[in-house]
């Protein structure tokens, strides 16, 4: 029996597809329902916020990158759990951290277990939050 929120929908941000497939095969493993977005305009643009119970995004994409895009998520779902993924060595800063609200981070390559405990815990809090 499946420990997961009926119907937890996380979606997935980034602009390399391997790196989607990647994931959507990890989460669906884990029976999670996965959206999978090649930027983060897509995703604003192709699916409702309140639709959506976690998302990933990659930091570095073009047009608007991971944390434009959690600022943006943030506005209007403050609630929503975020995973920020990132290939670059050096973390961001705290002042970055501070205008965009609360995320998760990994870098690139992260074990998928790790990436799977977040998936959970955001979907502990959001059945603990539930009425």
Request: proline residues 6%; aromatic residues 6%.
């Amino acid at each position: 029996m499946s420990e997961h929120l009926p119907g937890f929908v996380v979606a997935v941000v980034d602009d390399d597809e391997r790196v989607l497939h990647s994931l959507r095969n990890l989460l669906e493993s884990a029976d999670y329902s996965v959206r999978l977005f090649t930027s983060a305009r897509a995703m604003l643009a192709g699916t409702q916020l309140s639709a959506l119970d976690c998302l990933i995004s990659d930091i570095g994409m073009p047009e608007m990158d991971g944390f434009e895009l959690l600022k943006t998520v943030h506005a209007a779902r403050p609630d929503l759990p975020v995973i920020l993924i990132t290939g670059y060595g050096t973390p961001p800063s705290r002042s970055a951290q501070a205008k965009t609200g609360q995320y998760r981070l990994f870098r690139k390559p992260f074990k998928g277990e790790e990436l799977l405990a977040a998936v959970r815990e955001a979907q502990r809090v959001r059945k603990s939050a539930a009425p």
